[in-house]
């Protein structure tokens, strides 16, 4: 049975308090990416300050060594985007996920590049590549121009990308560490095979995560397409948005009171809490959208404002000091600036240690 509609306030601060930003959670790294089904990554550093407004005495060397450890990777997962997934969560999503990377690079500027070589020999000349030694893309490209004249070795390299579950390796990823991509084979270097996961239990995450929703919201978030079915499948409790959209949720899942207080605070560039539905209107107001997601593919940083996004901000850095640059929609009110100034300058404390830290604001 459907129930009452669900104001769009309701949905923010259930999302909210879903992605842990709420009230920051006493969790550590690994269990949040693990709860978040990953992080964004195509900015290497991204998954940072995600992380820290999120969890309760996170240090950004707390992830480093996840990476280092092995236990988190970085790899191409979701809408063909790089995200920093726990090692198991990597197993499971990129088998399930491997027919989105293959069709997504069919219909990519590189197949034309790749077709004077055969699928089959790419990937087993580049497993054996990578069987040998890690190795950058430009090593990548060089072998390849040497072993397939006839084809584009740029190409061939993010083909190879999609057909062949590929890791970026540590240190890339690692805070401070600033260093090109490098590629390593995605079971070897965690010692374990891919592994099919249950849909349907992946759509139970996504709902712990992102619901209430709907099957074009989890498109949303992962690319692939036939949801519906699986959702069709499962013990759902249904419930409806203001605009008559049919929302499903967790049946023992709690919604969150509308009225709860959200205080000021930053979101990471290219967070999955704005790129997770197909309606994104329960974070960011659509006056607003193409200021947080560009046309050219940029998604901003956010500021949350009464737990919407009310801005974008970045960091300003120069030699020997570093500063979170705030570019606000609407004015500010006293209490937010306050809360974005020291939400601002406790991030620097934990980002920038040995600069003088400052936290600006521009009205845009």
Known sequence: MVNQPLALRTLNRTLLDRQLLLERADMGAEAAVAHLLGLQSQTPTSPYPGLWTRLAGFDFADLGRLLTERRAVRVVLMRNTVHLVTA?????????????????????????????????????????????????????????????????????????????????LPPRGVWGAGRPPVYGLLEDWLGQPLTAPDPADLVRRYLAAFGPATPADMQKWCGLTGLKAVFAGMDLRACTAEDGRVLYDLPDAVLTDPSVPVTARFVGDFDNLVLSHADRTRIVPEAFRSRVMTVNGIVRGVILVDGFAGGTWRFDRAKGAAAVAVTHFAPLSAADRAALTAEGLRLLAAADPGAAHGVTFTAG
Not at 132 to 159: K, M, W, Y
């Open 88 to 168: 198991a969560d990597a197993l499971r999503l990129r088998h399930w996920l491997g027919p989105l990377l293959e069709r997504a690079f069919r219909g990519s500027q590189w197949a034309r590049g790749a077709a004077g070589a055969e699928p089959a020999a790419v990937i087993a000349h580049g497993r054996a590549l990578l069987r040998e030694q890690p190795r950058t893309p430009a090593e990548l490209r060089t072998e390849f121009a040497a072993r397939f004249p006839g084809a584009d070795p740029a190409s061939l390299v993010n083909a190879l990308r999609s057909w062949v579950p590929l890791v970026q």
